[in-house]
């Protein structure tokens, strides 16, 4: 027990406090001190007395320095295997990465040569189908359809809304509790609703980062990547509509998307901005799967 001060008395060194006062259990039990003055004296009087020491209280001590001992060695036994394992996780990724910019550059390659194939192709089309006026009223239907479905390139004026995630440090929290950098990212949701909106503004083709449109295409998300098709997009996303740009940008402003597009500029500082360009191109879609036919009669 510690004697209360009386008043007046200076204020002892123990009143301030050791600077090592949080580690003082530590260095008694590895000092072979003991915590309290009554386990001294009883000590003391039993030495004085001849009585041999409870074990008890020596496999007490021993104890705890032998638990103290583990989980020391259970950390640093644990530390080094995260360090051995940070080297071989790294190696990994970076083996994924490559294996991915491999993969994405022969898909390139192999949709470059489809392009070549199908200009090849529409060139012998086109001159087998011009000797006859049944061919080359097959050939403008032929086309529309084509138009219709994304297979052929389509070039024009066009209406071009850029999308893109809010500057770095900036965007505030969203009311659903996510925080700045997750509420300030444009999500495929997002690319859904502005695509459509130009659908309905009355766009003739669409294109998102040079990735053509067909009504089938699907936008979605895997984790935190934006995918056409299946293709991964990057920052910042493009989205550009062909059409009269000014009849497009009139039937868009005020709609739903713009709405929607604005209101997350405002709140999040999603980037948003629109602008007109002309000779605007957009290649043809992928593969078009030929799901619906009937046989014609031939004349």
């Known amino acids: 027990m510690i004697a209360p001060r009386e008043d007046g008395d200076p204020p002892d060194d123990e009143g301030r406090g050791r600077p090592d006062a949080s580690m003082s259990l530590l260095a008694d039990l590895f000092a072979g001190k003991l915590l309290d003055h009554g386990y001294?004296?009883?000590?003391a009087r039993r030495a004085a007395s001849g009585d041999p020491a409870p074990p008890g209280g020596r496999l007490r001590g021993g104890g705890v320095l032998l638990v103290l001992?583990?989980?020391?060695?259970?950390?640093?036994?644990?530390?080094?295997?995260?360090?051995?394992?940070?080297?071989?996780?790294?190696?990994?990724r970076s083996r994924l990465v490559g294996e991915i910019h491999a993969r994405t550059a022969e898909t390139d390659g192999l949709q470059h040569r489809l392009d070549r194939l199908r200009a090849?192709?529409?060139?012998?089309?086109?001159?087998?189908?011009?000797?006859?006026?049944?061919?080359?009223?097959?050939?403008?239907?032929?086309?529309?359809a084509g138009a219709a479905a994304a297979a052929v390139p389509a070039t024009g004026d066009a209406l071009v809304v850029t999308l893109d995630d809010a500057a770095p440090g900036g965007g505030r929290d969203a009311p659903d509790g996510r925080p700045a950098d997750a509420a300030a990212r444009v999500y495929d949701q997002d690319l859904q609703v502005l695509v459509n909106g130009l659908w309905a503004a009355g766009a003739e083709a669409i294109g998102v980062n040079g990735q053509r449109l067909t009504p089938a295409t699907a936008i979605r998300a895997a984790g935190e990547a934006i995918l056409v098709d299946y293709r991964p997009l990057g920052r910042p996303y493009e989205?550009?509509?062909?059409?009269?740009?000014?009849?497009?940008?009139?039937a868009f402003t005020g709609s739903a998307a713009d709405r929607r597009l604005r209101a997350l500029h405002d709140r999040f500082e999603i980037r948003y901005a629109v602008r007109r360009s002309s000779g605007a191109r957009l290649p043809a879609a992928g593969a078009v799967s030929l799901r619906y036919a009937r046989e014609g009669t031939r004349r």
């Open 120 to 144: 090849e192709t529409e060139r012998r089309r086109a001159a087998a189908l011009a000797s006859s006026e049944a061919g080359r009223r097959a050939r403008r239907n032929l086309a529309l």
């Open 239 to 250: 989205v550009t509509a062909l059409g009269d740009p000014g009849r497009l940008r009139d």
């Open 69 to 92: 001992v583990l989980a020391g060695t259970l950390i640093a036994v644990a530390g080094a295997e995260v360090r051995r394992s940070e080297p071989v996780a790294a190696e990994q």
């Open 40 to 43: 001294a004296e009883a000590a």
